[in-house]
């Protein structure tokens, strides 16, 4: 069955550093995701992406986050500049017209830790 | 804009026991529901999902959820609970092609 991978698991980082999470969403999926649970609390929208472009984010997606999609496979988010706040496990998620685009498939997360 | 509410942040059941983990909707047209289900240091795995077919909704590991328009609920119910639901569960609301709004969350907990 398709899933959607993240890779690292789990990265590491000091504090001012920029940091990539990537994800490759399910194959022909259209619309992708990035969510973030900060340790204990509720999982948190950051930001959708459809036809190559933003097409919502949310309050916490400021100007230090950017997302990319560099290739056919790969959807990538970018911290520039991180801060401690930014630890979280961060999950990419995608949807497709198998689904009637009505239901995101997430991926297993990728845990960051900034000291 | 869509948000959800779930009431009680621990629910504590016997084994065995009726599970109900209440969740509560908003949303100004008609809304997609989802429960997932979170175990620790795991990601979300979708155990069911209301997209405005039957209202009776049935997932995986015998749960079930309930559209109530007229409550603006969905509740998540399993009529026996094991000891392996022990778990975080969240309720999210959508529509069609938008982001996931998430309560929450519920932490349950089943006693021996």
């Known amino acids: 069955e398709p899933e959607v991978t993240q890779t690292p698991s789990h990265q590491v980082t000091q504090m001012g550093q920029e940091v990539i999470l990537r994800c490759v969403p399910i194959?022909?999926?259209?619309?992708f995701y990035w969510y973030r649970q900060i340790l204990g609390q509720k999982v948190e929208f950051l930001v959708s992406?459809?036809?190559?472009?933003?097409?919502?984010k949310s309050e916490i997606f400021d100007d230090q986050f950017s997302v990319e999609r560099p290739d056919g496979s790969n959807f990538t988010l970018k911290i520039r500049s991180t801060k401690l706040e930014d630890s979280a496990m961060y999950f990419c998620?995608?949807?497709?017209?198998?689904?009637?685009?009505?239901?995101?498939?997430f991926g297993p997360g990728t845990r960051l830790t900034v000291l | 804009a869509q948000s959800v509410t779930q009431l009680g942040s621990h629910v504590s059941v016997s084994e065995g026991a009726l599970v109900l983990l209440r969740c509560n909707y908003s949303s100004s047209v008609p809304p997609y529901l989802f429960w997932y289900v979170q175990y620790p240091n795991q990601g979300l795995q979708l155990l069911l999902k209301?997209?405005?077919?039957?209202?009776l909704v049935k997932g995986i590991n015998g749960f079930e959820a309930e559209f109530k328009k007229s409550e603006t609920s969905f509740h998540l119910t399993k009529p026996s609970a094991h000891m392996s639901d022990a778990a975080e569960y969240f309720c999210a609301v959508s529509v069609v092609g938008e982001k996931l709004t998430f309560g929450t969350g519920t932490r349950l907990t089943i006693i021996p």
């Open positions: 209301y997209t405005s077919a039957a209202t």
């Open positions: 998620a995608s949807s497709g017209v198998t689904s009637g685009y009505n239901e995101q498939f």
């Open positions: 194959s022909n999926h259209l619309y």
């Open positions: 992406f459809y036809n190559n472009e933003i097409s919502e």
